[in-house]
């Protein structure tokens, strides 16, 4: 039984929405953390919201996750490569990101946002795009955070 476009686009839309929920979780921890002054932890969240990203075919929000990783760690395994989404296809990176992501699960994740009494329920709706809502996380421009990388990152990349 073949999947009406419809349908293709309803599993689309919850991908998505589960890549945002997650992106976001991610970027609030990132935060928080640099509050704490617990900067490799920070680190941890900022590469996984890059990785998130990158697959969201963010790319500039994944620079902007690469670049705030290296000002904090100039050493970090990223700097080999020159965006995220190219370390996504390095077997080295690529087992490196599943030791963080079982170090970090989604679901550990937001254990630690609610104990930080971080709330997050329906928070994406009230932006028009992940970019807007992954600046306002991150407490800086929109713009700014579009031309991160030298273009626009609302639209998909071919």
Not at 18 to 32: I, N, P, R, Y
Not at 35 to 57: E, S
Not at 117 to 123: D, F, Q, S, W
Request: with cysteine; hydrophobic share 40%.
């Amino acid at each position: 039984m073949a999947l009406l476009p419809e349908g293709r686009m309803a599993t689309e839309d919850r991908n998505m929405s589960k890549a945002s929920h997650e992106l976001g979780v991610f970027l609030h921890l990132a935060q928080a953390s640099f509050r704490r002054r617990r900067p490799l932890v920070r680190d941890r969240m900022l590469l996984l919201a890059g990785t998130t990203a990158a697959n969201m075919q963010i790319h500039s929000l994944a620079d902007y996750c690469r670049t705030e990783i290296l000002l904090h760690n100039p050493q970090h395994l990223v700097r080999r490569w020159p965006s995220l989404a190219e370390a996504l296809v390095d077997f080295e990176f690529i087992a490196y990101l599943r030791q963080i992501r079982r170090r970090y699960p989604l679901e550990k994740a937001e254990q630690l946002l609610e104990s930080l009494g971080i709330e997050t329920a329906n928070e994406r709706e009230t932006y028009y795009s992940d970019v807007e809502y992954a600046a306002s996380i991150l407490g800086i421009p929109a713009e700014r955070l579009r031309r991160y990388g030298g273009f626009d990152s609302d639209a998909p990349v071919d």
